[in-house]
C-alpha cells in the first residue's frame, strides 16, 4: 500500500502527492492553493471548508472516495455546529488523507475570493488586503528563559504563519500598552492584525474573525465612509457627512483664500475635516456593532486642495500658478498622526494625486473605471465646482481641471439649490404647448401625475438643482425657447405666457410657486460658461490625443448619475458619442477608494497610472480659451454631434438675433 | 600626455587613476575614502578640506605637485573666509585634477571621525549616526510638468546624494504642514535630515550644519539626557531631574505597587516621565542655542520598570514571577507617539532589555564596558535599589539581579540621605585613636582641614550618603570596631568615647553635630543585607561560570564613582581582585545610550549582546540564599581575599560574642 495519496484540488486544478495523514489545509498551502484559514488550522474558524468531490473522481483518473480522509472528530463537528457548515463540506484542517482525493475549494472559502465591482473589461477585482489577521497560541513566559511578550508573540507569528520570514516582525508602540492584558485576556492564545506581513497593528484576546476597514472620499461638500470587511470586501456600513469646511468657504478657491487670509486658517480648516471624518468612522463602526479602535485600515481620497487639508498642508499653492502639489504620490502615514483614533497601528493611504487640479478622487476614478486597460477612447468627467477630466486608453492617458464653476451645482442659478428635498431635478418642456412638467428630489411622480401636490406638500418646491437646471435649459433649446446663442427667443413669448420679459431679458417660469421657478438669461449665461469650460477642457484632451471622436463617455460623480446622457449632449457639456456608450458611474472615487482599500496590488496600480497619466494644463493652453468661446453654442458651435442628431430631433438654426437683447416686440410683462 | 591622472588618499592608502578635471572628493567617493560633505560639493560647507600632501610624494613614487589641481577660485575664497580654512588646505570639492597628486584627509574631514570613548579593549568607537544631513538644491515646480514638491525633493536627495537606491526615500508625514514653506523660504535650496538613508524626518532651508540628538538615562530616582552632536559625537549640553514617579513611590516596587493599586496609577506614572523628559530636553536645547524640535534622534536606557513605564505599559508583570517584560528587544517608535515633541519624525531607540530584572541599562552598560570583546573575565556591578550583575568574557556572559535594597543609597540608615550637600561622602577612622575625619560633598576639604567649618557653614553637615556609611563600616572594621560578624564591639567603648551603648546594642559617633550622625548597629545590619545580596549575585554568576576568580570589576553607576575599590571588598560587597582592576566607570548606562545615539552598527551590536547574554534569575536560585547567608561576614564568610590582604592590614579575626547583643559590660550612654 502507497504511504502517499494523491489530491487534486478544484477549481485550480493543482495536484500534489502527499503523505498519508497530510491535512488538506496543509496540502493546499503547499501546493499554494488559495484556501482561507484565520485560526491556523485548529477547527475554530471554518473558514477552510472543502467539498470531497466523489463525482469527480473519474475525471481526474481517481477510483473511489470512500474513506480516503479521516472521519470527522469532535473538534471539527463542534465547529460545524458554532459555523453552520453541513455535509459534505469538511474542513481542510481536519481532513487528513488516507487516500486520494479530489477537494473543492468554494468561493466562500478562498482568501482571494470577493469581486469589489466588475471593472468596465470585466476584470474581477479580488480581495487581497494589506491588512490580515492571524490566530495564535503564544507560548507562555518562563522564569528560566526570560523574553518578553512581545518577542513571544513573534515568534509565534513566524511559526504558525511563517510572517517575518523576509522583514522583521514589528509591533506599533501604540501596541505596547495593552499586549500583556490582551495576551493574559485571551489565556495566550489571541488574533494579531497583521499588516504587509510585517508590522502588528491590532491584537485581541481569542479569534476574532472580522478585520474592518474604511474608504473615504473627502469631497469639498461631503465627507462619504464606507466600513469595509477587509477579508470578503463586502462594505458593511456607510455614512456620510456634510464637510464642515463648508463654513470656511462653499468652493474650493474660497477656502484656498481662508486660508491665505487668515493665519491659522489651514490648521483650522485641517481640524475640521480631521474631526468630521472621526466622527463618520465612529458613526459606521458603531451602525456595524464595532468600534472605532476596531478600523484597521483607512483608504482615502479627494481633491488636492481636500487631500491636502486633511493631510496637514496649507493650500495656498494651489491657490496659482504653477499649482504646485505638496506631494503627487501616494501617501501612507498613522491614522493616529492625523489625529484619528482608531487600531493602535492603523495606517491611513491616501492615494495619489495627479496634478495640482487633479486630485487623489480623479485618480480613484481612473483606478475604478480603467480606461487604460482597454481600447475604446474613453473620456471621464467628474462634474464639480472644478470638472476632473481624463481621456484615453491602453496606449495613453491624458488628464486636466478645467474650471466650470459652481452653476453646475445649482450655485449662480437664480432658483439654484443643492439637491435636496423640495429641489426639481428633471425637467421635460412640450415642443408644442412649451409646457414644463418636471419631477422633485425625493418624489417618484412627475409635477402632472396625481398626488404630486400632495407628495410635495410637506417640502414644498423650493429650487431647482443642478441635474434640473442642465434638462430645463437643453428642454428649452429642444422646445426652441432658446437658439443656439443661448438666448431666449422673446418672438417664443407670443406662444406662451410662460416666457416672459424680465428687465432687458426674457426669462421662462418653470414653476408658479409660490415661490416662482423661473430660469433666467443669466441662468443660461451662467450654465453656458460651466459647459463651456467642460467641453473645451475635454477638447483639449482630445487635441493633444489627436482624435475626433471618443468611444465612451463616463459621467463621474453624484452630479453624473442625474444627468440624461442626451441632455448632456444636447448641452454641448460632452461630445458626441453613442448614447448607451454614454454612462453614469456614480461615485466611482469612492468606489476607487474601496478598491484600493482592499487590495495592495491595485494600490500600486493606481501609483504607476497617476504617474504615467498625463497632466495638461487648462490655466496655461492658449487653445483652450478658443474652444471655450466655440463651446458656449447649444449644443457646439462647431463640433458635429452625429450621434445627437440620429437620436433627437434638433431644432432647425435660428439667425441669432443681437445678443443677450430681447427682440422688440416686448410683451407686458411683470416689473 | 595623459588625459587622466593618480589620486592617493591618506592616510587610508587608496589611490585611483581618474579622468583630469575630476574634483577629489568625487575621487575620494569613487575610492570609498572617508571624505565629509553636507553641501555635496558646492563650496558651502568646508567639511571636504584635504591637504595636497607635495612632500609625500616622492613617497608614493609621484614626481611634483606643482599645479596638480586647479587652482582656487571665488567660491573655494568665500568659503575658506567663512569657514577659517587656512592653505595649505583646499576644498576637495573643488579642487579638481590636473595631475598626480597626493590628497591627506585630516580626521576633521573624516565621516566617521569622532571618538565617543574608548572601550576598555581600546577599542574606538567611530561616529555613525542613524540620521544624517543633506543639502540639496530642490527643482523647481514646472507647471508644463506637474509634480509634487516632495516627490522633487526626494529625488534630489537620488541624484545628488544617491539615496533612495536600495529602498524608497520616504518623508515622515508631519514633514508636510511645513514642507512648502521651508523649500520656498530656503529658495529651493534645503538641507534634509535622512535617517538610515530612507525617511526624511526634518527639512530646514538653506544649509544647516548641525544635527542633534539624545541620549537619555531614566533611572528611578533621576532622569538624565545629553544633547549630542550626531555628526562628532560630541556632547553639547546636559541635563538631569529628578524624575517625578517619585511621587508615587519611592522605589521600584513601591511604583508596581501603585500602579497594582490604583487603576490609571501607570498612566499617571507614564505621563509624568515623559512630560519631564519633555522638559529636559527643551532645556539641553536651550543650552546649545536651539529648539527641542532640532532634536532628531533620542536613544533611551533604563531599568526594565522605568523603560515600560516611559513606553506606556504597566509594570506590574515585573512585580512577580516570571516577571515576563511585555517586549526585551530593542525599539523603535517616532518620539511624537510617547509625547516628545522633537523634529517632525523623531524616533526614539530603546535599547534592548535582558531581563525581568535586567534592563536597558544593564545592556547599556555592557555595550560601554564590552565585556564582551577580550578575554579578561569581568565582573561588572551597578548598584541602585536592584543592583544589576554582569559577568562574562568574549566566550560567554551571565547577567542577573541582586535585591539589594535601598541601603546603598542612603534609604534605611539612621542618618542617611541622598548625596547632596552636606552630607559626608568619605571617612577615615584612625586605628589608634579611633578618632574619625570625614569630607562631605561639593566640599574639598577634610574634616580636621583649616577651613572645613567655614566651607559647611551654610549647608552644615546633615547626614551620611552611601558612599559614606560604606567607607564609615569599613574603617570601623579595618580599625577593629566592629568584628568579621558586623557586631560592634562594646568593649571597644572603653577606648573610644565615640562607642556608645545605645538601647541594646553600640554605635559609633561620627560628627558631634547638631545633629549628630552615627553609625548604629542596624545602620550596619542593612549594609549587611545589602553587600550580601550583592555578593551572592556576583558569586551565583561564578559558580553558573565555574570560575572561582575574576580578572576585573567595574562598579558602574554614579554611586559606584564614589566608592574605594579597597573599601568596597573590605566590606565584601565584590568579590577579591587586584585594586588596580577594580575601577569605577560613571555612569556607564548614559554612556552605553551616548554610543547606541551616534552608531548605528553598534546598535546591532547591542541587540545581539543582550539576546546572547544568559540570565540567571536569583529569585529561584537555590544557591542564591546560601551565598547570601555566608556573604553577611566582613569581608566575607569563606572566600578568600589574598589582593585585599596583600594591600591592607586586615584586622585579626575575633570570636564574635552573642550576635547582635553587647556585651555585658554596658556603658551608661544617652537613652
Given at each position: 500500500?502507497?504511504?502517499d495519496?494523491l489530491?487534486?484540488f478544484?477549481?485550480?486544478?493543482?495536484?500534489?502527492?502527499?503523505?498519508?495523514?497530510?491535512?488538506?489545509?496543509?496540502?493546499?498551502?503547499?501546493l499554494?492553493?488559495?484556501?482561507?484559514?484565520?485560526?491556523?488550522?485548529r477547527a475554530?474558524?471554518?473558514?477552510?471548508?472543502?467539498?470531497?468531490?466523489?463525482?469527480?473522481?473519474?475525471?481526474?483518473?481517481?477510483a473511489?472516495?470512500?474513506?480516503?480522509?479521516?472521519?470527522?472528530?469532535?473538534?471539527?463537528?463542534r465547529?460545524?455546529?458554532?459555523r453552520?457548515?453541513d455535509?459534505?463540506?469538511?474542513?481542510?484542517?481536519?481532513?487528513a488523507?488516507?487516500?486520494d482525493?479530489?477537494?473543492?475549494?468554494?468561493?466562500e472559502?478562498?482568501?482571494?475570493r470577493?469581486?469589489?465591482?466588475?471593472?468596465?473589461?470585466?476584470?474581477?477585482?479580488?480581495?487581497?488586503p494589506?491588512?490580515?489577521?492571524?490566530y495564535?497560541?503564544v507560548?507562555?513566559?518562563?522564569?528560566?528563559?526570560?523574553?518578553?511578550?512581545?518577542?513571544?508573540?513573534?515568534?509565534?507569528?513566524?511559526t504558525?504563519?511563517k510572517?517575518?520570514?523576509?522583514?522583521?516582525?514589528?509591533?506599533d508602540?501604540?501596541?505596547l500598552?495593552?499586549?500583556?492584558?490582551t495576551?493574559r485576556?485571551?489565556?495566550w492564545?489571541?488574533?494579531a492584525?497583521v499588516?504587509?506581513?510585517?508590522?502588528?497593528?491590532a491584537?485581541?484576546p481569542g479569534?476574532?474573525?472580522?478585520a474592518?476597514?474604511?474608504?473615504?472620499?473627502?469631497?469639498?461638500?461631503?465627507?462619504a465612509?464606507?466600513?469595509t470587511?477587509?477579508?470578503?470586501g463586502?462594505?458593511?456600513?456607510a455614512?456620510?457627512?456634510?464637510?464642515?469646511?463648508?463654513?470656511?468657504?462653499?468652493d474650493?478657491?474660497?477656502?484656498v483664500?481662508?486660508s491665505?487670509?487668515?493665519?491659522?486658517g489651514?490648521?483650522?480648516?485641517?481640524?475640521?475635516?480631521?474631526?468630521?471624518?472621526?466622527?463618520?468612522?465612529?458613526e459606521?463602526?458603531?451602525e456595524?456593532g464595532?468600534?472605532?479602535?476596531?478600523?484597521?485600515?483607512?483608504a482615502i481620497?479627494?481633491?488636492?486642495?481636500?487631500?491636502?487639508?486633511?493631510?496637514?498642508?496649507?493650500?495656498?499653492?494651489l491657490?496659482?500658478?504653477?499649482?504646485a502639489?505638496?506631494?503627487?504620490?501616494?501617501?501612507?502615514?498613522?491614522?493616529?498622526?492625523?489625529?484619528l483614533?482608531?487600531?493602535?497601528?492603523?495606517?491611513l493611504?491616501?492615494?495619489?494625486?495627479?496634478?495640482?487640479?487633479?486630485?487623489?478622487?480623479?485618480?480613484?476614478?481612473?483606478?475604478?473605471?480603467?480606461?487604460?486597460?482597454g481600447?475604446?477612447?474613453t473620456?471621464?468627467?467628474?462634474?464639480?465646482?472644478?470638472?476632473?477630466?481624463?481621456l484615453?486608453?491602453?496606449?495613453r492617458?491624458?488628464?486636466?481641471?478645467?474650471?466650470?464653476?459652481?452653476?453646475?451645482?445649482?450655485?449662480?442659478?437664480?432658483?439654484?439649490?443643492?439637491a435636496?428635498?423640495?429641489?426639481?431635478e428633471?425637467?421635460?418642456?412640450?415642443?408644442?404647448?412649451?409646457?414644463?412638467r418636471?419631477?422633485v428630489?425625493?418624489?417618484?411622480?412627475w409635477s402632472?401625475d396625481?398626488?404630486?401636490a400632495?407628495a410635495?406638500r410637506?417640502?414644498?418646491i423650493?429650487?431647482?438643482?443642478?441635474?434640473?437646471?442642465?434638462?430645463?435649459?437643453?428642454?428649452?433649446?429642444?422646445?426652441?425657447i432658446?437658439?443656439?446663442?443661448g438666448?431666449?427667443?422673446?418672438a417664443?413669448?407670443?406662444?406662451s405666457e410662460?416666457?416672459?420679459?424680465?428687465g432687458?431679458?426674457?426669462?421662462?417660469?418653470?414653476?408658479?410657486?409660490?415661490?416662482?421657478?423661473?430660469?433666467?438669461?443669466?441662468?443660461?449665461?451662467?450654465i453656458?460658461?460651466?459647459?463651456?469650460?467642460?467641453?473645451a477642457?475635454?477638447?483639449?484632451?482630445m487635441?493633444?490625443?489627436?482624435?475626433?471622436?471618443?468611444d465612451?463617455?463616463?459621467l463621474?460623480?453624484?452630479?453624473g448619475?442625474?444627468?440624461?446622457?442626451?441632455?448632456?449632449?444636447?448641452l454641448?457639456?460632452?461630445?458626441?458619442?453613442?448614447?448607451?456608450?454614454?454612462t453614469?458611474?456614480?461615485?466611482a472615487?469612492g468606489?476607487?477608494?474601496?478598491?484600493a482599500?482592499?487590495?495592495?496590488?491595485?494600490?500600486?496600480?493606481?501609483?504607476e497610472?497617476a504617474?504615467?497619466?498625463?497632466?495638461?494644463?487648462?490655466?496655461?493652453a492658449a487653445?483652450?480659451?478658443?474652444?471655450?468661446v466655440?463651446?458656449?453654442?447649444?449644443?457646439h458651435g462647431?463640433?458635429?454631434?452625429?450621434?445627437?442628431?440620429?437620436?433627437?430631433?434638433?431644432?432647425?438654426?435660428?439667425?441669432?438675433?443681437?445678443?443677450d437683447?430681447p427682440?422688440?416686440?416686448?410683451?407686458?410683462?411683470?416689473?
Amino acid at each position: 500500500m502507497a504511504d502517499d495519496a494523491l489530491v487534486v484540488f478544484t477549481p485550480s486544478g493543482r495536484r500534489g502527492r502527499f503523505p498519508l495523514g497530510t491535512d488538506l489545509l496543509a496540502a493546499a498551502r503547499s501546493l499554494g492553493v488559495d484556501l482561507d484559514s484565520v485560526c491556523g488550522g485548529r477547527a475554530i474558524c471554518g473558514r477552510c471548508r472543502v467539498r470531497i468531490g466523489e463525482g469527480a473522481f473519474a475525471k481526474h483518473g481517481i477510483a473511489s472516495a470512500a474513506d480516503h480522509v479521516d472521519a470527522e472528530g469532535e473538534a471539527e463537528a463542534r465547529c460545524r455546529v458554532r459555523r453552520g457548515i453541513d455535509p459534505p463540506f469538511r474542513l481542510g484542517c481536519q481532513a487528513a488523507l488516507r487516500g486520494d482525493v479530489v477537494a473543492d475549494v468554494p468561493p466562500e472559502a478562498q482568501v482571494h475570493r470577493q469581486v469589489v465591482r466588475k471593472r468596465p473589461d470585466e476584470r474581477e477585482i479580488a480581495v487581497d488586503p494589506v491588512v490580515r489577521l492571524h490566530y495564535v497560541e503564544v507560548e507562555e513566559p518562563d522564569i528560566a528563559t526570560p523574553s518578553g511578550d512581545l518577542e513571544r508573540l513573534i515568534e509565534a507569528l513566524a511559526t504558525q504563519w511563517k510572517l517575518g520570514e523576509l522583514t522583521a516582525l514589528e509591533a506599533d508602540s501604540a501596541l505596547l500598552p495593552t499586549l500583556q492584558t490582551t495576551l493574559r485576556a485571551g489565556d495566550w492564545k489571541v488574533t494579531a492584525a497583521v499588516r504587509e506581513g510585517r508590522r502588528i497593528v491590532a491584537l485581541w484576546p481569542g479569534l476574532r474573525e472580522r478585520a474592518l476597514g474604511a474608504a473615504v472620499d473627502i469631497g469639498s461638500t461631503t465627507v462619504a465612509a464606507h466600513l469595509t470587511d477587509l477579508a470578503t470586501g463586502e462594505v458593511v456600513a456607510a455614512a456620510g457627512a456634510m464637510n464642515p469646511q463648508i463654513r470656511f468657504g462653499e468652493d474650493l478657491m474660497s477656502r484656498v483664500s481662508y486660508s491665505m487670509m487668515n493665519p491659522g486658517g489651514a490648521a483650522e480648516m485641517t481640524a475640521a475635516v480631521r474631526a468630521c471624518l472621526a466622527d463618520l468612522l465612529a458613526e459606521v463602526a458603531a451602525e456595524a456593532g464595532a468600534d472605532a479602535s476596531d478600523i484597521l485600515e483607512v483608504a482615502i481620497v479627494g481633491n488636492p486642495v481636500m487631500h491636502h487639508l486633511f493631510l496637514g498642508i496649507d493650500p495656498v499653492e494651489l491657490g496659482g500658478a504653477p499649482f504646485a502639489l505638496a506631494l503627487a504620490d501616494a501617501f501612507e502615514a498613522p491614522a493616529r498622526s492625523l489625529d484619528l483614533a482608531l487600531a493602535p497601528g492603523a495606517m491611513l493611504y491616501a492615494l495619489p494625486c495627479i496634478a495640482g487640479h487633479v486630485g487623489a478622487d480623479a485618480a480613484a476614478v481612473a483606478l475604478a473605471e480603467g480606461p487604460h486597460l482597454g481600447d475604446e477612447m474613453t473620456l471621464i468627467v467628474d462634474v464639480g465646482t472644478n470638472a476632473e477630466i481624463l481621456l484615453g486608453n491602453r496606449g495613453r492617458l491624458l488628464a486636466c481641471s478645467s474650471p466650470t464653476g459652481p452653476a453646475f451645482e445649482g450655485a449662480q442659478i437664480s432658483a439654484g439649490q443643492r439637491a435636496a428635498p423640495g429641489a426639481i431635478e428633471r425637467v421635460r418642456i412640450d415642443r408644442e404647448t412649451l409646457e414644463a412638467r418636471y419631477r422633485v428630489v425625493g418624489v417618484e411622480a412627475w409635477s402632472d401625475d396625481a398626488g404630486f401636490a400632495e407628495a410635495t406638500r410637506r417640502t414644498g418646491i423650493t429650487g431647482i438643482c443642478g441635474s434640473g437646471i442642465i434638462e430645463a435649459i437643453a428642454e428649452m433649446f429642444l422646445a426652441g425657447i432658446l437658439g443656439a446663442d443661448g438666448v431666449i427667443d422673446g418672438a417664443m413669448a407670443a406662444r406662451s405666457e410662460r416666457i416672459e420679459a424680465d428687465g432687458r431679458t426674457f426669462s421662462y417660469r418653470l414653476a408658479d410657486g409660490p415661490p416662482e421657478i423661473r430660469v433666467t438669461q443669466n441662468d443660461i449665461r451662467a450654465i453656458q460658461l460651466a459647459k463651456g469650460a467642460l467641453y473645451a477642457g475635454a477638447r483639449l484632451l482630445m487635441d493633444r490625443m489627436a482624435v475626433e471622436t471618443v468611444d465612451r463617455v463616463v459621467l463621474a460623480g453624484a452630479f453624473g448619475s442625474h444627468i440624461d446622457p442626451l441632455h448632456a449632449m444636447v448641452l454641448g457639456m460632452i461630445p458626441d458619442c453613442a448614447p448607451d456608450k454614454v454612462t453614469a458611474a456614480g461615485n466611482a472615487a469612492g468606489t476607487g477608494a474601496r478598491i484600493a482599500l482592499v487590495n495592495r496590488a491595485l494600490r500600486r496600480e493606481v501609483e504607476e497610472l497617476a504617474r504615467g497619466i498625463e497632466k495638461v494644463e487648462t490655466a496655461v493652453a492658449a487653445d483652450f480659451q478658443a474652444h471655450f468661446v466655440a463651446a458656449m453654442a447649444f449644443p457646439h458651435g462647431t463640433a458635429p454631434y452625429p450621434n445627437l442628431a440620429r437620436a433627437v430631433r434638433l431644432p432647425e438654426a435660428k439667425a441669432s438675433a443681437t445678443g443677450d437683447r430681447p427682440r422688440r416686440r416686448r410683451r407686458g410683462g411683470r416689473t
